[in-house]
């Protein structure tokens, strides 16, 4: 059955084909959720947050986000792996920054449109 959108068989296909048209291909697609669910979980979510403040060392995200060293180290290469943060080392000290600024608007738009229906 047809939806009145597409009146006609040419029509459907047409919409179909620009649909299409601007899909990602299935290993794109599988990126792409990766990160999504790498953002997802609200202690990375924390971890990003602190991060756009700047660069920091792991026990300064620790203490930002309240965590403990050990689970806030993991939740790092977690993001290290998916490409959102990238670290460089200082000395003794690993610092960890965004690699991923997109991501990162994706977050702004996010927390503004928390208050969005207020």
Same mark, same amino acid.
């Given at each position: 059955?047809? =939806? ?9 296909? $047409?919409?179909?084909? &620009? ?7 299935? $290993?794109?697609? $599988? ?6 669910? %790498? ?10 947050? %602190?991060?756009s ?9 620790? &203490? ?5 060293? =050990?689970?806030? =180290?993991?939740?790092l ?14 000395? &003794?000290n ?10 990162? %608007?994706?977050?702004?738009a %996010? ?8």
């Open positions: 059955m047809m =939806s009145d959108i597409c009146k006609t068989p040419e029509e459907h296909e $047409g919409v179909i084909a &620009k649909a299409l048209a601007t899909m990602p291909d299935d $290993g794109e697609i $599988g990126i792409m959720a990766a990160r999504f669910k %790498a953002i997802s979980e609200p202690s990375r979510l924390k971890i990003l947050l %602190a991060l403040a700047g660069e920091l060392c792991v026990e300064h995200i620790t &203490k930002a986000v309240g965590g403990n060293q =050990s689970a806030v =180290s993991h939740q290469t977690t993001l290290k792996y998916n490409k959102i943060v990238k670290c460089r080392r200082d000395g &003794k690993m610092l960890y920054s965004v690699d991923d600024e997109h991501i990162m %608007a994706m977050i702004e %996010a927390k503004e449109h928390l208050h969005h229906d207020e």
